[in-house]
């Protein structure tokens, strides 16, 4: 019998082998076909005991413009359900990993969320369409100047960016209801356990690059205490220090 882990691994794995282009596209059908696509995968998952993607989530996939987060030449594939380059050896991830990771989060629309890892903008522009309040840290300049006029151009005012060391969180900011890591650190960082809000949820992938990664749940008891889950393996780009604030001997 196939697993909900092996499940969620193929849907992905077929999303990365998806390379079919188009020509000048539709976006917003595009975008509609891009959540039936979803919608249908996680009904299949919820036949191997995965929990469905929720209404919520894929009604805020379905309003977000992928197009506008990814470079003019590949915009023909923004709603292909797979990664893309957008720069500095760096990707906007496969559209049922964000909608994963946003439905793990379980935010709700009074909650005040914290994202490791702009990138692009559009993880952040999901959770905006969610939650009260993003807080998302980029540690490449050129990244988070394009995701910030991005998310100011197309509206998202309850999305506030920052350059920096997202291994230090955002202390300022704290405690956050959810925390969500597009970047993948050996271990998870203290501060960002410190900075989740108690009953917060954490979603992060864990591992070495070139290594096996797992896409964690963490959620914080009252005690203080870690409830751990471990999701699925994959693969994300490492989680960047910046060599001022990195502590020495750090990794």
Known sequence: MVSYRTLLLLIIT??????????????????????????????????????PLSDTVLASIGTVPRHEFVPESLRHEAYRNYPLPIGAGQTISQPYV???????????????VLEIGTGSGY????LAGI??????????????RRAQGD???????????????????WP??????????????????????????????????????NAVQTLQLL???????????DIIPVRFVPLTRDPVTRPEGGS
Do not use: W
């Open 172 to 209: 300022d900011k704290a405690p956050f209801d959810a925390i969500v890591v597009t970047a993948a650190p050996d271990e998870v960082p203290q501060p960002l356990i410190d900075q989740l809000n108690v009953g917060g949820r954490m979603v992060i992938p864990v591992g070495r690059e």
């Open 123 to 126: 993880q952040a522009a999901v």
């Open 219 to 229: 959620v914080k008891g009252a005690d203080g205490a870690l409830e751990v889950t």
């Open 14 to 51: 077929a999303g990365l082998a998806m390379t079919t282009a188009c020509g000048q596209q539709n976006y917003s059908a595009e975008r509609e076909a891009l959540v039936d696509e979803l919608r249908r995968e996680s009904r299949l998952a919820g036949e191997y005991g995965a929990p």
């Open 151 to 169: 998310l100011e151009r197309l509206g998202y005012d309850n999305v506030t960016v920052r350059i920096g060391d997202g291994y230090a969180g």
């Open 131 to 144: 939650a009260e309040h993003v807080y998302t840290i980029e540690i490449v300049e050129m990244l988070g």
């Open 98 to 112: 964000v909608a994963l990771m946003t439905d793990l989060a379980d935010v709700s629309e009074d909650e005040t």
